[in-house]
Each structure stands twice: as C-alpha cells, then as structure tokens.
C-alpha cells in the first residue's frame, strides 16, 4: 500500500524547478548576488537562449524575479526570493515526512565586518540599509553608506525608518570617494547605475548588487520608501546568515 501511494504523488514543485543542474547552479549564482542575463551567461559558460529557459521556468516557479535595469533597459536583473525558498524547502521537507519540517534558524546577530552600501544620491537606498544593518546588530558590524552623485536624505526615508524605530534626522549622504583607501569586507550595490561604475576597493571585498528600485521615482510616494525598507530587511537578514557562516567557516579552519 505504501509503495502505491508513493508511486501515486507527483514531486513537489520546487523539486522539479530547481532539480535540473543548470537551474540548480542559477539559484546557486543568485543565492549571493542579483545578477543580469549576461553575467550568468558568463558564469554558466551557456548560451544566453539556455540560461533565459531556465530563467523562465525559475520564474515560473515563482523562486526567481526579474526586473529592468535602471541603467540599460535592455538588460535584466534576477534575484532570487530567499525567504519563499525557505518556505518551499520546509514544505518539501513535511512532504516526505512531518519529521523533516525544516524550521527557520535563529536571528544572526552575533556577527562583526564592515559593509559599504552604495546607490547614486545616497538619499535613500543606501541609507536605510546602512541604518537598517547597524540597529539589527547593534553596531557590532561597521555599516557605512555613501552615493556617486550624492544629494539630501529624501523626507520619506526617513518617515520609513521612523516607522520602525530608527532616526535618520542626523544622517548626512557622503560622496563614495571618501572610502577610497578604506578596507571593507562586502560592498553592496542597490543600484543598477552605481553598479556601472563602482571603484575599486583596498584588500578586494566581497562585491554583491541589490537591484532595488529607485523609491523617490515611484509615483507610489511613502509607500514606495516602505516596500523598500522591508526588502531591505529581509536582504539584510539572510546577509548577517551568510557572515555567520562565513565565520564559523574561519574558526573551523585548521590552526597553522
């Protein structure tokens, strides 16, 4: 009876979504950084109508989005939705077995580093993250932010951040040369322009892009500041899981 039951139920749909190795070393790529349509290519060492199938069915799957760069139109950002992956993965995990039900792991935040947020008028985007990242870790990371064209906070930042707990009265946006010199362990793009001409950095940090949508340039107003603090948020959440690992990752290592 069991072995009929079995034979009877479908996979679930993550599984065959994300089962096929090209679609499987995408999310892989994406579980880091969003990345455009070329630079998977380049990675993937596959034609770019392949890695745009894959792509699709990935969306399709709803485990990948997709939205135009604010710097070339005709190119693509993919991000991979992090938390409605989790979501997918428990489910899988109950599927087989209530007993396999994954739960969500515990808050990172006992974590240390240095992080640099970039966008071009460091007005918004950059600030909230910066802010964001210093209240969730209690300033144990260093965050910082700056701009490539820098301009005034934008008043509706700052009603978002007041919104959960964080002044932004005092912040003032920096120009990106500023840091030139300085040591940074991840420098994070939010914007598809800045990414275009992001400088290098001293000691060569890791280089992630955000590819979040201006909120000034939506007619959407306040709300559009506040969709973009909870991406931010949720962003920011999985970063502080990756620096947990990568420190346990360095205190594992065998001492010399």
Known sequence: ???????????????????????????????????????????????????????????????????????????????????????????????????????????????????????????????MAEALLRERTAGAVAAYSAGSRPKPVHPHATTAMAARGIDLTGALPQHVDAFTGQRFDVVITLCDRVKEVCPEFFDNPRLVHWSIPDPAADPDGLPAFERVADDLA??????????????????????R
């Open 1 to 127: 009876m069991l072995s009929e039951k079995a034979d009877t139920i479908a996979p679930p749909g993550f599984v065959t979504a994300v089962g096929h190795p090209v679609r499987w070393r995408l999310i892989s790529e994406l579980a880091h950084s969003d990345l455009a349509v070329h630079e998977l290519t380049a990675l993937l060492g596959q034609p770019q109508n392949l890695v745009s199938y894959h792509l699709g069915k990935l969306r399709k799957a709803e485990v990948v989005t997709a939205r135009r760069s604010s710097a070339d139109g005709r190119d693509t950002y993919y991000s991979l939705a992090l938390a409605r992956c989790g979501d997918l993965l428990s489910g899988i995990g109950a599927a087989l077995h209530p007993g396999l039900r994954l739960t969500p792991p515990t808050p990172a935040t006992a974590v240390t580093g240095r992080v640099l947020f970039l966008c071009t008028g460091n007005s918004s985007r950059s600030q």
């Open 234 to 255: 949720e962003r920011i959440g999985f970063l502080l899981h990756a620096f947990s690992a990568d420190e346990r990752r360095h205190h594992d290592q065998p001492r």
